[in-house]
């Protein structure tokens, strides 16, 4: 008997050997992005300093406070102890006149306490204010260019990046660069400038105490720091034991039928409950040091507290005259002690969120570094009137360079004003051909011509506006249907919309339809069937009037009577212009000029639909053992439930 | 004009005007007694803790209020010469009354480290055993839910009430009751301690504590309003840039790319417009706190100074009283935190209930109806007699079925894509219950028959070949959890595979990654057969993956394939012509009816439909190979 294959406790368990190696290369990469996001911060240079401006500001006025409360506490205390406690003393040597009674010495100490509360209402408010304007200003900035940046890029990029990643990168990734801007840069510079201004004081006022209530900062910075540590690995554990509850969960969901077919939701519900105490396990670990270590910085507030007490307590008895402190300096002692730590916390945070702006950073920088292989050329070919010639000579392509040729030397010529239609099986390359006529894709070798001219001459915009694509997948925006019909020609008026969605056999639909063509579509409005939407993606494809139009297995889901209408008036529409057709129906194949034989990337025969039938063998077989020659009504039944379920 | 959502944006001014609902559902819902209740419930059965919580929480609130105290009492009684101060009264020097202060104060810190210490391990136990007990809960419930409920709800729904609702559930449990518990009793005390010191104050603070409150209160509404509208952009925000990338090739075959720009940066700005109306609000509200706590010293400092000067309080009471203001207004900010938490806590705790809430279909018989099924060594005899189903009521999927298939007979489906053919499977496998018609196996009806019965007799292989992350071993073993390794290779020998499973890089031991990604196509489909035949079924489900190109060649799939239906009854979603020729009947399925039945040899003789989709296949099968 060999080794025992594998432990119970092991089941189903990914092993994890995810660890993060520094290469050279990253740090070196890390120090470029440091570079880059200190060059992005200077472009908002302005705002920062108004902002800084601001804030410091606002701890300026908070210090007066805390003097002002101090003073009317000395004052009081004078006043209670004559003989005992020097005469208070008023900042910066404003005094009111020594005649002045107490209630009006005090209330123009605690006046003053109030109007420098308001000034820093007001201040504080400009300060939100002001760096949430630089905040947002950074934000829709760079999604912006992020998302300008997406518009351009070719397909090619998209089919090696997933969407999911993407969008967060416009959300997630550009919050994080504002993150490092607003928390990391600017937040530095200004508690460090509150740091100086108070600690400016306290030395200035008592040295020594100032030292003395300093010394524990460091003791809860070392706790921080090992808090860290200690927490990171049993963050990731618990990071994984969710990660495998949630596969464990997922699994379960995706994999319902193989459960329930097999009679194992025992056995799933015993591996669940151990994945979920594993999720238990690790969050109470977590707990266990939380609950141990963060505590005592707030316990270290407390001694910190008691270390002002029982030296400055001795200070004040001692007196301001004879080398002590007023009671006044020392309430501002204590409040200052407050917001000192705030401003530590705030630096100890802005400082551990670096890595995480980091890595968004690099994404961000990713996407608007990205080359955009479909460049317009320096001078592009951009004619007034366009014929709709068509002409491929030796086209060889491939999607990526590691992929095969899925054309193979392709050539053909469509003349403007005829109709072709291409067939052959699933994967053979007619949906290639439509991509390289719309330049969605550079040919890997030969050309691609329109009207004469090379594609990669044309202006890419001036190109695929001659180009009007029905593509196989109908993709609708969730707008309403008179929006997606004139998704390129915006300024579309409702007529030429109208005539385009009847001319689309669309019309019966969308007239019932709730609110007619103001009709929102998509998953919270009005659900169509494939065959509605082919129908809509056809308007819209018509709308533009270009001189060429390329229809991917456009009615796929139509049903053969509606196919029949929706050709003739498309024969009407396109008179004079050129059609490309890609096939699954004979009677398609019979009404037009030409029909292309596509089989594994070449042009395998071409011809009318008859003489092929006549000559090829092959053809007449592949037409016959291909098409539907009578599916009408199925396609459309089998939609509609498709789409109730 | 259609307007989005509640914006100033027209229909025309945005790609997406309805944002698809994403999983997460609802942010908030109001609050429910209904609901608190049962989390509370749930919370219940750890009753000694959850009391054990509550005094904790007590002991917290008196400490918090206690500290300031002793210190302004520390400070106080050292400087101040009154012959009524206590420090007097009992003949303490300043300096050892400073030294009593600050004892009391370090061993009060103490004390605080270790009730809090204690508080938060008590919290999470709670929380996080409440969480466990609901995911459990989830899950179990999951399992009874019939097929029906999988295939309206989709995957990222059903995972989300057990991560992000739980989520919002746990922060409530954690937080809510202990911290209301804390603010309310460090109020009370320090209310009381101020009223103590000195009944003017203490009432003129109290007059004042309403207005504060009503401000308060005031901000949260419009915070969470102003929020609520940051919230509708983000997702119009978020929207339009998932189906702008979903929909670039039509975009960019349109050559909108300037304009959508343009649309999305109009959105964009809308959404900053509304970020500076929650900054506005929020930069007045914070500091509007800050006024009012400064307002009161300021009160106090004037009112206390003048009652000073009367003799009726000493600077100590003053200082103290200033200090405990702090106490007092500080759970202020706290309640309304809590607020907000509880509101996201129901619309989370709303979902998680209503799923669990959600009742299975009933496809398990009543007790005394039930019939077990025999445990036989020959395949089952099933019958379909005028069978209709429909996965709603009035659109029906399949109408008048009729069939059967002998035991050990291989039985292929053949028709297009939405014909039928898998209906059929689920009302084999009684994964739904048909309409009217009669199915019967073994000569049962299937409505007596438990479906756990039936599958602890049934193999199944799906034509996506799932596998769970984990071990081969783990995965064969899946079927019959108590199997033996001999056993597991045993099947395997069976099947003719094991050579290939045994060439893997870690042999049984292999990761199969997840949902099996390590591994090729053909090694998961002889993986998921090893699984069917290690149930030992009397019935055999097969919707037969299509062929590909692969390591393991298609004559190793065929031949195992062959030995997998050896002597049971088996039901094939046939995409393979060899599958379909050796099948001992056709039955062809077109719109939800038998349209054709019998051998290949007949139905290609005499069929009308047939012939046509064989030729199809043949074709099909050239242009892969």
Same mark, same amino acid.
């Given at each position: 008997m060999r080794p025992r294959l594998s432990s119970r406790v092991s089941l189903f368990a990914p092993s994890s050997e995810s660890s993060s190696t520094d290469s050279a290369a990253n740090v070196a990469n890390r120090a470029d992005h440091f570079r880059r996001l200190f060059a992005l911060t200077w472009r908002y240079r302005w705002g920062c300093v108004l902002a800084l401006v601001w804030d410091v500001g606002v701890e300026a006025l908070a210090l007066c406070g805390f003097i002002y409360s101090g003073l009317a506490l000395d004052i009081l205390r004078h006043q209670a102890q004559p003989d005992s406690v020097a005469e208070p003393h008023w900042p910066l040597g404003i005094a009111p006149p020594s005649d002045w009674v107490l209630w009006k010495t005090l209330s123009l100490a605690s006046g003053m306490v109030l109007v420098i509360t308001l000034l820093r209402t007001y201040a504080r408010y400009r300060t939100r204010l002001t760096s949430e304007?630089?905040?947002?200003?950074? *934000?829709?900035?760079?999604?912006?260019?992020?998302?300008?940046?997406?518009?351009?890029?070719?397909?090619?990029?998209?089919?090696?990046?997933?969407?999911?990643?993407?969008?967060?990168?416009? *959300?997630?990734?550009?919050?994080?660069?504002?993150?490092?801007?607003? =928390? $990391?840069?600017?937040?530095?510079?200004?508690?460090?400038?509150?740091?100086?201004?108070?600690?400016?004081?306290?030395?200035?006022?008592?040295?020594?105490?100032?030292?003395? $209530?300093?010394?524990?900062?460091?003791?809860?910075?070392?706790?921080?720091?090992?808090?860290?540590?200690s927490i990171e690995t049993r963050l990731r554990r618990n990071r994984e034991a969710l990660d495998r509850l949630i596969q464990t969960l997922q699994e379960c969901i995706i994999g319902v039928k193989v459960v329930k077919g097999f009679g194992q939701e025992k056995q799933v519900i015993d591996r669940f409950a151990e994945r979920n105490s594993g999720a238990y396990d690790a969050r109470m670990s977590i707990v266990k040091t939380n609950s141990a270590l963060l505590p005592w910085i707030m316990t270290l507030g407390f001694l910190q507290i008691a270390i002002l007490l029982l030296y400055g307590g001795h200070l004040v008895n001692v007196g301001p005259a004879a080398g002590g402190i007023a009671l006044g300096t020392l309430w501002v002692f204590f409040s200052l002690v407050r917001q000192l730590a705030g401003q530590v916390d705030a630096i100890v945070s802005s400082a551990s969120s670096i890595p995480e702006s980091l890595v968004g950073a690099s994404r961000v920088f990713e996407l608007l570094d990205a080359p955009i292989e479909i460049a317009a050329p320096a001078e592009a070919y951009s004619p007034g009137e366009i014929r709709g010639r068509i002409e491929f000579e030796h086209v060889s392509f491939r999607y990526r360079a590691d992929a095969p040729l899925v054309l193979e030397d392709v050539s053909f010529v469509v003349e403007p004003g005829e109709a072709v239609a291409m067939v052959g099986p699933a994967g053979g390359g007619k949906s290639t051909i439509f991509n390289l006529i719309g330049r969605f894709y550079d040919a890997t070798s030969g050309r691609v011509l329109v009207d004469g001219v090379d594609v990669r001459q044309w202006d890419p915009a001036a190109l695929r506006r001659a180009v009007s694509i029905v593509f196989q997948e109908p993709f609708l925006f969730s707008n309403t249907i008179a929006n997606n019909?004139?998704?390129?020609?915006?300024?579309?008026?409702?007529?030429?919309?109208?005539?385009?969605?009847?001319?689309?056999?669309?019309?019966?639909?969308?007239?019932?339809?709730?609110?007619?063509?103001?009709?929102?579509?998509?998953?919270?409005?009005?659900?169509?069937?494939?065959?509605?939407?082919?129908?809509?993606?056809?308007?819209?494809?018509?709308?533009?009037?270009?001189?060429?139009?390329?229809?991917?297995?456009?009615?796929?889901?139509?049903?053969?009577?509606?196919?029949?209408?929706?050709?003739?008036?498309?024969?009407?529409?396109?008179? =004079?212009?050129?059609?490309?057709?890609?096939?699954?129906?004979?009677?398609?194949?019979?009404?037009?000029?030409? $029909?292309?034989?596509?089989?594994?990337?070449?042009?395998?025969?071409?011809?009318?639909?008859?003489?092929?039938?006549r000559d090829s063998e092959h053809y007449r077989e592949a037409a016959t053992l291909q098409l539907d020659h009578d599916r009408e009504e199925e396609s459309d039944t089998i939609e509609s439930q498709e789409a109730v379920r | 004009m259609?307007?989005?959502?509640?914006?100033?944006?027209?229909?025309?001014?945005?790609?997406?005007?309805?944002?698809?609902?994403?999983?997460?559902?609802?942010?908030?819902?109001?609050?429910?007694?209904?609901?608190?209740?049962?989390?509370?419930?749930?919370?219940?059965?750890?009753?000694?803790?959850?009391?054990?919580?509550?005094?904790?929480?007590?002991?917290?609130?008196?400490?918090?209020?206690?500290?300031?105290?002793?210190?302004?009492?520390?400070?106080?009684?050292?400087?101040?010469?009154?012959?009524?101060s206590w420090r007097d009264q009992l003949g303490v020097t300043p300096t050892q009354w400073l030294y009593i202060g600050v004892s009391a104060l370090v061993t009060l810190?103490?004390?605080?480290?270790?009730? +809090?210490?204690?508080?938060?391990?008590?919290?999470?136990?709670?929380?996080?055993?409440?969480?466990?007990?609901?995911? &459990?809960?989830?899950?179990?419930?999951?399992?009874?839910?019939? +097929?029906?409920?999988?295939?309206?709800?989709?995957?990222?729904?059903?995972?989300?009430?057990?991560?992000?609702?739980?989520?919002?559930?746990?922060?409530?449990?954690?937080?809510?009751?202990?911290?209301?518990?804390i603010a309310v009793v460090q109020m009370v005390y320090a209310l009381v301690v101020m009223l103590a010191y000195d009944w003017v104050l203490g009432v003129t603070v109290l007059i004042g504590a309403p207005f504060v409150y009503l401000v308060n209160w005031r901000f949260r509404q419009l915070l969470s309003n102003s929020y609520r509208r940051v919230q509708e952009t983000y997702s119009l925000l978020t929207a339009n840039l998932a189906e702008s990338i979903a929909g670039i090739r039509v975009t960019q075959a349109f050559t909108r790319e300037d304009r959508n720009s343009a649309m999305f940066r109009g959105i964009c700005h809308l959404h900053r417009d509304r970020h500076l109306v929650v900054a506005k609000a929020q930069g007045l509200y914070l500091p509007l706190m800050d006024v009012t706590s400064q307002l009161f010293i300021a009160i106090a400092l004037?009112?206390?100074?003048?009652?000073?000067?009367?003799?009726?309080?000493?600077?100590?009471?003053?200082?103290?009283?200033?200090? +405990?203001?702090?106490?007092?207004?500080?759970?202020?900010?706290?309640?309304?935190?809590?607020?907000?938490?509880?509101?996201?806590?129901m619309a989370g705790a709303e979902r998680v209930f209503h799923l669990i809430d959600t009742v299975p279909a009933q496809l398990e018989p009543e007790a005394d109806a039930v019939v077990a099924l025999p445990t036989l060594d020959e395949g089952m005899r099933i019958e379909f007699e005028n069978v209709t189903f429909g996965y709603l009521k009035d659109r029906p999927v399949l109408s008048d079925i009729t069939f059967?298939?002998?035991?050990?007979?291989?039985?292929?489906?053949?028709?297009?894509?939405?014909?039928?053919?898998?209906?059929?499977?689920?009302?084999?496998?009684?994964?739904?219950?048909?309409?009217?018609?009669?199915?019967?196996?073994d000569g049962i009806d299937i409505r007596r028959i438990s479906p756990g019965d039936l599958h602890q007799q049934t193999g199944i292989v799906q034509q996506e070949n799932?596998?769970?992350?984990? &071990?081969?071993?783990?995965?064969?073993?899946?079927?019959?959890?108590?199997?033996?390794?001999?056993?597991?290779?045993?099947?395997?020998?069976?099947?003719?595979?094991?050579?290939?499973?045994?060439?893997?890089?870690?042999?049984?031991?292999?990761?199969?990654?997840e949902r099996g990604s390590a591994l090729s196509l053909g090694q998961r489909q002889l993986i998921c057969f090893a699984r069917a035949l290690m149930a030992r079924p009397r019935l055999l489900i097969l919707d037969e993956a299509t062929s590909a190109v692969d390591t393991v060649s298609e004559a190793r799939v065929q031949q195992s394939l062959e030995r997998l239906l050896e002597g049971r009854t088996s039901f094939v979603v046939a995409h393979r012509l060899s599958t379909i020729r050796s099948a001992d009947r056709i039955l062809v399925i077109d719109a939800g009816r038998i349209v054709e039945q019998g051998t290949h040899a007949e139905l290609l003789r005499d069929g009308r439909v047939y012939p046509r989709l064989h030729a199809e296949f043949v074709k099909l099968s050239e242009g892969k190979g």
């Open positions: 304007k630089l905040i947002q200003r950074i *934000t829709v900035d760079l999604r912006t260019a992020l998302y300008d940046k997406l518009q351009r890029l070719g397909f090619s990029w998209f089919d090696t990046h997933d969407s999911g990643g993407l969008i967060n990168r416009v *959300t997630g990734d550009a919050g994080s660069v504002r993150l490092f801007i607003e =928390g $990391v840069v600017l937040q530095l510079i200004i508690s460090t400038a509150a740091l100086t201004l108070f600690l400016f004081y306290m030395f200035r006022e008592h040295a020594l105490l100032t030292l003395a $209530v300093l010394v524990v900062f460091p003791v809860q910075a070392w706790i921080l720091v090992k808090y860290s540590r019909v004139r998704f390129g020609v915006p300024d579309a008026t409702d007529d030429a919309v109208h005539r385009a969605v009847q001319d689309a056999i669309a019309e019966e639909f969308v007239s019932t339809s709730k609110d007619g063509y103001e009709t929102i579509i998509g998953e919270r409005g009005l659900t169509l069937s494939g065959g509605e939407r082919q129908r809509l993606s056809i308007a819209r494809a018509i709308l533009p009037d270009a001189p060429i139009l390329l229809l991917d297995d456009a009615m796929a889901s139509v049903d053969a009577r509606t196919e029949v209408r929706i050709a003739a008036n498309l024969d009407r529409v396109m008179h =004079g212009r050129t059609t490309l057709v890609i096939a699954h129906r004979l009677s398609t194949l019979r009404r037009a000029d030409r $029909v292309l034989v596509v089989e594994r990337g070449r042009i395998t025969a071409q011809g009318t639909h008859e003489n092929l039938m | 259609t307007q989005v959502g509640a914006t100033n944006l027209t229909a025309a001014q945005v790609l997406t005007a309805a944002s698809p609902s994403d999983d997460a559902g609802e942010r908030i819902r109001p609050f429910d007694w209904a609901m608190t209740r049962r989390v509370a419930g749930r919370m219940m059965r750890y009753a000694a803790l959850f009391w054990c919580i509550m005094v904790l929480a007590v002991v917290l609130a008196v400490l918090n209020g206690t500290i300031p105290l002793i210190v302004a009492q520390t400070i106080g009684g050292a400087i101040e010469q009154h012959p009524e810190a103490m004390l605080w480290y270790v009730v +809090m210490r204690i508080r938060q391990v008590a919290v999470a136990t709670l929380a996080e055993r409440v969480v466990r007990d609901l995911r &459990s809960e989830i899950f179990a419930h999951l399992q009874v839910l019939g +097929m029906d409920f999988y295939d309206r709800t989709k995957v990222g729904r059903i995972l989300a009430r057990g991560t992000s609702d739980i989520d919002a559930l746990r922060r409530a449990l954690s937080e809510v009751a202990p911290r209301l518990t004037l009112v206390g100074g003048l009652r000073i000067a009367k003799g009726a309080m000493t600077v100590t009471d003053l200082l103290a009283f200033m200090m +405990m203001t702090g106490v007092f207004f500080q759970p202020i900010l706290v309640i309304g935190d809590m607020y907000n938490v509880v509101l996201q806590a059967s298939a002998q035991p050990g007979q291989t039985i292929a489906l053949v028709g297009h894509t939405g014909s039928g053919k898998t209906s059929i499977i689920n009302l084999i496998a009684k994964f739904y219950l048909h309409g009217s018609g009669r199915i019967q196996l799932f596998l769970f992350t984990g &071990s081969v071993l783990d995965n064969i073993r899946f079927a019959r959890p108590g199997a033996s390794d001999e056993q597991v290779r045993e099947v395997c020998h069976r099947l003719g595979c094991l050579d290939v499973i045994e060439e893997l890089p870690e042999g049984f031991n292999t990761q199969v990654g």
